[in-house]
């Protein structure tokens, strides 16, 4: 199982509502997690073998106006952790 959660604004994203989305998201799997950040005028792909709230607090996607991420429920091994990407696709 796996919560999917995100913000795609005008504005840059609220930290808190953020927060909010990957506590919901992550009553689906707690094993591990990851996050998309669009910064800069590109992608920033994290993954962790960890919970989503960890990540949050060491990426801190301040300023972006795009941030989508998950947190998973191991049942295959960390070597295909999401998010993935792809020939230049998310």
Known sequence: MCGIFGIISASPVDLRD???LA???EFRGRDSSGLI????GGYEVD???YRIPQLL????????T???GHSRLITNGL?????????GVC
Do not use: C, F, I
């Not at 950040?37 to 800069?40: M, P, W």
């Open 18 to 20: 953020l927060e909010a």
């Open 23 to 25: 506590k919901h998201a």
């Open 37 to 40: 950040v669009y910064r800069g």
């Open 47 to 49: 993954r962790a073998d």
């Open 57 to 64: 607090a060491k990426v801190r996607p301040a300023g972006s």
């Open 66 to 68: 795009t941030v989508m």
């Open 79 to 87: 070597s295909d952790n999401q998010p993935l990407v792809y020939e």
